[in-house]
């Protein structure tokens, strides 16, 4: 039993001795160590003679290589590389340097240098291949400790971090598809809720008017399409989700060509963009693509919803004649009973019609002023008629007589018709030549025959 006893003291002092030993010889080792201070150039290639980038994030190994100056993929040419993306990486990479170089290292585990939380390696253009290891920060918090494949006996410590550098997901590193630019917008087309083209000569009273129903011909509001059109040509990409989507990620992004919208702008007769919207992605933006392309990005949803809200019945004209006083010509106003109001406008006189004859002047004044108060009336009286706009566009059949019948010629010679059609206490029909049916507001109605009732 004391034998016994006698041995297990003796083990423990052993042991003892054994950690007192490690102990000595590690903190001699680190004492060993040499520290010097400076600034150490720790990349040997240039710009012009850095060849390749290798890294890896997790499982993922990004490799590109630069060839004629161009970035690539390497076993991937069709991948659009982001060349200044590329670019801002071997800046770095070359610009690599240290604060501090560590001379005889004899244990990299002491640095998180056995097993690296990060490497890049540098290629260059004479085959060579340095790699670039990262491992734990300072204990003071000033920086990493780095080793260099090349420099096997020091390691160095370096401000910034090489996984913050190189933190980069693939689609960041993509190039994004350049939107194609459409300077004239001819047509533009949305699924198939909208249809609209831009005609050159007016079809209606309205000079102004160019705005149209590809199918039907119906004129619609000018400044709202033409605002739609404007959202169209101004559609950005938010941000890169895909370089080359599967079938199935198109589907499940409701990107594919059976379940995207398309919006199509026409540059002349030609389709000069084609821009495929899917679903939404959960934060403020949708899934979006260029047909024909495996690309997939992002974009606001505020600047495409009112596109792919519009259709003929958002975008009807509600004006009922849209002609400013200064366009008219004549404007004959028949109540129910016949009896009539005409408003006669002359266009205005130019110089050369007017002539030097200082009578001739004093007899166009004279006239001018004894036909101010009629003028103001018969004005009065266009305003609150061309005021008339439809609350709702309806498919209603007119019963009975018109109440009010107004046939306008403009001061280019073209011709409009409009009838009003009693209702319910509360609105009243308007029916226009070109087809619409609409309700309009009693009060503002009654208004116009009690202004025409006053003229007779």
Not at 146 to 160: C, F, G, L, P, R
Not at 353 to 379: F, H, I, N, W
Request: proline share 1%.
């Amino acid at each position: 039993m004391k034998r016994l006893m006698k041995l297990l003291i003796l083990l423990v002092v052993l042991a003892g001795l054994l950690a007192g030993y490690g102990a000595i010889n590690s903190a001699t080792q680190t004492q060993t160590v040499e520290q010097v201070e400076g600034t150490f150039d720790l990349c040997a290639l240039t710009e012009d003679t850095l060849s390749g980038l290798i890294w890896a994030d997790g499982e993922t190994e990004y490799h590109f290589v630069r060839e004629d100056g161009i970035w690539q993929k390497a076993g991937d040419t069709s991948f659009p590389v982001n060349q200044s993306a590329l670019d801002a990486l071997a800046k770095k990479i070359v610009a690599l340097s240290a604060t501090r170089m560590l001379e005889d290292v004899s244990s990299l585990a002491d640095y998180g240098l056995d097993a690296p939380a990060f490497t890049v390696t540098a290629e260059g253009t004479d085959g060579t291949q340095v790699t670039y290891a990262m491992g734990d920060a300072t204990p003071f918090a000033d920086g990493y400790y780095v080793s260099a494949s090349d420099q096997a006996d020091a390691i160095y410590t370096v401000e910034d971090s090489l996984s913050d550098m190189f933190d980069k997901t693939l689609t960041q590193l993509a190039e994004m598809e350049t939107m194609p630019e459409v300077e004239n917008v001819t047509r533009l087309t949305v699924g198939d809720a909208l249809d609209v083209v831009y005609l050159e000569e007016s079809r209606t009273i309205d000079s102004t008017q160019h705005w149209y129903d590809a199918q039907t011909g119906e004129a619609l509001d000018g400044e709202a399409v033409q605002e739609l059109a404007e959202d169209a040509v101004g559609l950005a990409w938010n941000a890169l989700i895909a370089t080359s989507a599967s079938d199935e990620e198109l589907s499940a992004w409701t990107l594919d060509d059976a379940g995207a919208t398309a919006i199509t702008l026409f540059d002349g007769d030609e389709a000069a963009r084609t821009l495929l919207i899917g679903a939404e992605d959960g934060e403020g933006s949708r899934y979006a693509r260029l047909a024909g392309s495996v690309m997939v990005y992002t974009i606001d949803s505020d600047s495409v919803d009112a596109l792919l809200s519009a259709n003929v019945g958002t975008l009807w004209t509600r004006v009922l004649v849209p002609l400013d006083y200064e366009e008219l010509a004549q404007a004959v106003f028949t109540l129910g009973d016949g009896q009539t109001v005409t408003i006669a406008v002359q266009a205005e006189e130019t110089d050369a019609d007017a002539g030097d004859s200082g009578d001739a002047q004093e007899s166009a004044d004279a006239a001018g002023d004894a036909q101010t108060d009629e003028e103001s009336a018969d004005e009065t009286l266009w305003q609150a008629f061309a005021s008339l706009t439809g609350t709702a566009r309806v498919n209603e059949e007119v019963v009975g007589d018109a109440l009010l019948t107004v046939n306008v010629t403009s001061q280019s010679d073209v011709t409009a018709q409009a009838a009003l059609y009693a209702r319910d206490a509360d609105t009243y029909l308007a029916v226009s030549d070109d087809g619409r049916v609409m309700l309009v507001d009693a009060a503002a109605v009654d208004r116009v025959v009690r202004l025409v009732r006053l003229a007779l």
